[in-house]
Each structure stands twice: as structure tokens, then as C-alpha cells.
């Protein structure tokens, strides 16, 4: 059988550096090939060779059995290639149609053809059975996973036979993600060739068929992906197994750093949880559970209206983040680009933002600060959007330990970063526990939780569901997230 698309002994440098080495990838019609690997590994490199956006130095593009040379990203998308990126690039204030033939709009007696536009876009919508959307919403009113779906029609509409997806679900909700993975099997069973880059191994393991591990802009790997287990899969990607990811557990659990009696609010109701020195608590539940709904109130975004709140033993009243923060209390919020950082400042304002804010200047040693948490950048003026994903998180950390925390809420502290920078942020977390820190970890991924957390507190419906030991199965915690017993 021949692949849609072969990209054969492929190789980049940029600046003397080799950034790919000699990479082989085919991709099939009708099958799910995973991309995976560690930032820096060479996976957007490939994409962007794919996609035209940079000419290999050695190395050739195959589609359907033909040699071809892109000079440029629209070379690749008349060929039949598309990307899905992270990052949408949708015009939030254009219809949905005006948005999928943008600069290709059809013409009719000198003018736009909007209605050839609109009745194209809802056939190819109808293809992709969704029945959610329409032409002519604008995009403004979308959701993220449809905002996602009018970008896999746009490129449909050129007639793409390999989509690329980069992070497709980054950004995504718990239930979206399940929207998402619809999707992608329809693309599959119409016959696309899709190429599925995702730091989440559940995703990869739950979508392809294949799996190819870069390391350091080599293949490491091509294989089918039942002939592969997890752990294999991550010793690929770091050099290590997936058990040794997680550290030791707390052997000793200090006094109560928080306390909260009766806790509610109007998402919120009878919340009764202790976070004690030392100890990181996990908190499941489904999306909508109120998991976010806890941090937030912890922290003073949505401050508790009814019941105790005790720090330290102390009553307190928490009605705002710099309340809490006065209190030895960080937020790592879930949306690092959106909420937790200011892109186009650097480094070193990005570290002192909120001890700045709480406490006015006063001096601390911000390169130490960063090498704490291992930080790899180009120094300290480097404007922190340049940064990958896992190197932003290290950032938003150092942020908040430069106020040095009695308490820390971390909510998705690992999304959208790569295995090694995972292993780097749950080191960092089990050593802040380790100097008496108080850790609320919240994550959708139940491995994750699993295997950090001391207990897991589990979120039903606005009511803490339950507690489970440590090491619960993932069962016992689905249990009691859908309103079960474990």
C-alpha cells in the first residue's frame, strides 16, 4: 500500500545546529499516525517541513507515490496537506464560512458568492457530521473543540488528504476532548491520513494505530501501537520508565496548613477538607464537578460565602487573590498563557509579577530562584512566548515561589507540557511538600494523580464525593466522581 505521504531522510539544522537527522515518517489514508516526544525532540520541526513552511537540507516529500519540493505552506496545502496548530488562527468576528474560505472566497459576477460559500461549508460540515454549527455563526460564539472543528473544515475545503493536528486537545474541556476524538475517527474512516502530535499518552494509546518517537531530531522508534506498552513508550521519549516518573511519597504529614468548615458558595456547597505540611493532595473529578470551583475559592477568585476558613490554625477571611496571597496561599491557574503569565514581558517581570504586586519591590535572587526550577531559557530578559510549554509552566512556578507559600494550589500543573518537563514539575512539587508546603494538585489526568498524590480527594456535583488512600485505582476515583461509592 502506498502512503499518502512518506517524508524520507529528513534532515534541518538551523545555525549549525541539527534540529532533525536523517527522519523517516510515513502516513497512511485512513489510519491515526502518533508523533511523539519531548519539546525540543524535533515533532514541530517535521510538522513545519510538512507543511511547507521550511525546505529539509536533505531528505525528500512523497505524496502518493510523487516526489515534491515546497517553497512555501500554500505549495503544501494545493498538494492536499493541512495543519491544525495549537494555537487557532480563526477571525473571531468572521462567520464560520467567511472564516474556512478566507482569501479563497468564491467569486460570482465580480462579487462574493456568499451563498456557494455558506451551502459548501455546511456540506462539509454535514460530512464531518457535525450538525452543532452553522455557516453563518460567527466564530466569536464558539467553543473551543468547535473552533477546532471549523479549522479541520477549512482545510477539508482545500481538498486536504494529510491533516497534521498539533495539541489538539490542549486547550480543550474534559467533555471536548471526547468531541475531539469523534472527530478524528471520522477523519480517519473518510480516508484522511492524520498525523497526531500530543503529549498525552492516553489520547496517543486511545487514537492511533501507529506511533513514532522522536528524540533529540531522531527517530527513536516506529511501531504499531498495540505492540507498545506505556512504559515502553516513555523510556522511548526520556530515557526512563513511566513508574520512575513519579516521586517518593510523603513518609511524615505536618500540622493543618488549611482547613475550611462547611465551605460553599453558588457553585460550591458543605466543602469540609484539610491540606497538612508536608503532603500533596490530589482532587479529582469530572469536568464541572467543581474541582476548578475549589481552587478558585481557596485562592479568593470566588471567594467562599458561607462556612470557615483557617490558615494555620488562624480563622481568616479570604475575599480576594491578594487576600490570599497575603496568606501564604498561590494559585497556579490551568490556563498558564490566558491567566498566569504576561507573554510579551520577560523572565525576570514574569518571576517578580506577583510578589511585586503583594508586597511592592524587594529584593530577591531571581536567577536562583529559576535554576530551582531548572529553567532552560536564554537568560532572564527573554521574553517568556519564546518559551516552550514545560519552560513556561517552570516560570509561572517561580512566580509564585518567589512569595515563598505556605499553601500551594496547582490546577493542570502539567497541561500541554512534554513527559521530561512533567518529571521536572513533579519533582519540584514533592520537593516544595518536602519544606512543609501544603500541595492541592488538581488534574484530569488520573495516572498523574494517582502516582503524586499523598490521598485523593474526589468532586461530584459541587460536594466533595469522598477520600481515597494513597494509590486508589482509577475505578475507585470514577466511582465517586459520577456520583458512585468506591
Not at 475550611?260 to 464541572?288: M, P, T, Y
Amino acid at each position: 500500500m502506498t502512503p499518502a505521504a512518506r517524508l524520507s531522510g529528513i534532515s534541518k539544522q538551523f545555525l549549525g545546529v541539527t534540529v532533525l537527522g536523517n527522519v523517516d515518517i510515513d502516513m497512511y489514508a485512513g489510519e491515526v499516525h502518533a508523533l511523539v516526544g519531548e519539546n525540543g525532540a524535533g515533532k514541530s520541526t517535521l510538522m513545519k517541513v510538512l507543511a511547507g513552511v521550511h525546505r529539509p537540507d536533505t531528505g525528500e516529500i512523497v505524496l502518493n507515490g510523487q516526489t515534491v519540493s515546497f517553497a512555501s505552506p500554500r505549495d503544501a496545502q494545493k498538494a492536499g496537506i493541512a495543519i491544525v496548530h495549537q494555537e487557532l488562527n480563526l477571525l473571531a468576528d468572521r462567520t464560520v464560512a467567511e472564516n474556512v474560505y478566507l482569501g479563497r472566497e468564491p467569486v460570482r459576477r465580480g462579487q462574493v458568492d456568499r451563498r456557494r460559500m455558506e451551502a459548501d461549508t455546511a456540506d462539509l460540515l454535514d460530512r464531518l457530521g457535525e450538525h452543532g454549527i452553522t455557516p453563518r455563526t460567527p466564530v466569536r460564539r464558539l467553543p473551543v473543540a468547535q473552533r477546532q472543528v471549523v479549522e479541520i473544515v477549512k482545510a477539508l475545503s482545500m481538498d486536504a488528504r494529510v491533516i497534521a493536528m498539533d495539541e489538539p486537545t490542549a486547550a480543550l474541556a474534559d467533555h471536548e476532548v471526547e468531541l475531539l476524538y469523534d472527530l478524528v475517527d471520522r477523519l480517519r474512516t473518510s480516508g484522511i491520513a492524520v498525523l497526531y502530535v500530543s503529549h498525552r499518552l492516553r489520547e496517543v494509546f486511545d487514537l492511533s494505530q501507529r506511533i513514532t518517537v522522536l528524540k533529540d531530531g531522531i527517530r527513536v522508534t516506529t511501531t504499531k501501537t498495540d505492540e507498545i506498552t506505556a512504559d515502553q513508550l516513555v523510556r522511548a521519549m526520556v530515557g526512563r520508565p513511566l513508574d520512575a516518573m513519579f516521586p517518593d511519597r510523603s513518609r511524615t504529614r505536618g500540622t493543618v496548613r488549611l482547613a475550611i468548615r462547611d465551605g460553599g458558595n453558588n457553585r460550591l456547597r458543605g466543602i469540609n477538607l484539610e491540606l497538612h505540611a508536608g503532603e500533596i493532595v490530589g482532587l479529582a473529578g469530572l469536568q464541572g464537578s467543581g474541582r476548578s470551583a475549589v481552587a478558585r475559592a481557596i485562592c479568593g477568585v470566588d471567594p467562599l460565602t458561607a462556612g470557615e476558613f483557617e490558615v494555620d490554625g488562624r480563622l481568616v477571611h479570604i475575599r480576594s487573590p491578594r487576600a490570599a496571597i497575603r496568606q501564604g496561599i498561590a494559585h497556579v491557574t490551568e490556563d498558564r498563557k490566558g491567566q498566569g503569565l504576561a507573554l510579551r514581558q520577560t523572565v525576570r517581570d514574569n518571576t517578580m509579577l506577583v510578589r511585586n504586586a503583594a508586597f511592592g519591590r524587594r529584593r530577591i535572587d531571581v536567577e536562583q530562584l529559576l535554576r530551582s526550577v531548572q529553567l532552560k531559557s536564554m537568560g532572564t530578559e527573554q521574553e517568556v512566548r519564546y518559551l516552550s510549554g514545560g519552560n513556561q509552566q517552570k516560570v509561572v512556578l517561580a512566580k509564585w515561589l518567589a512569595v515563598q507559600p505556605k499553601i500551594l494550589v496547582a490546577d493542570e500543573p502539567t497541561r500541554g507540557i512534554d513527559v521530561g518537563a512533567k518529571k521536572s514539575v513533579y519533582d519540584l512539587l514533592r520537593e516544595l511538600a518536602g519544606r512543609g508546603v501544603a500541595v492541592l494538585m488538581i488534574s484530569s489526568e488520573l495516572p498523574e494523580l494517582i502516582g503524586m498524590s499523598d490521598r485523593v480527594l474526589v468532586m461530584h456535583d459541587g460536594r466533595l464525593a469522598g477520600e481515597l488512600p494513597a494509590e486508589p485505582s482509577e475505578e475507585a476515583v470514577m466511582a465517586l466522581a459520577t456520583g458512585g461509592t468506591a
